[in-house]
């Protein structure tokens, strides 16, 4: 006998991990403009349900390279 509902749990799992992970990618991109609008860090860590050393270590590199 084939057990369909672990298999369907799994492939709940998969789901998920993919839309975190997408999730993940827009707040990367999207953290660097309340920072270049002036916004402080411990504000944009409180937006991403994070601390401001939190959202700083995480983003304050990734800022694209502006001359």
Do not use: N
């Amino acid at each position: 006998m084939i057990h369909i509902a672990p298999f369907d749990a799994i492939l709940g799992v998969e789901a998920a991990a993919s839309e975190y992970r997408q999730a993940g990618h827009r707040l990367d991109k999207t953290a660097a403009a309340p920072e270049d609008a002036g916004a402080c860090w411990a504000d944009i860590g409180r937006a991403a349900g994070i601390s401001r050393q939190a959202a700083h270590e995480r983003w304050a590199d990734k800022k694209p390279f502006r001359s």
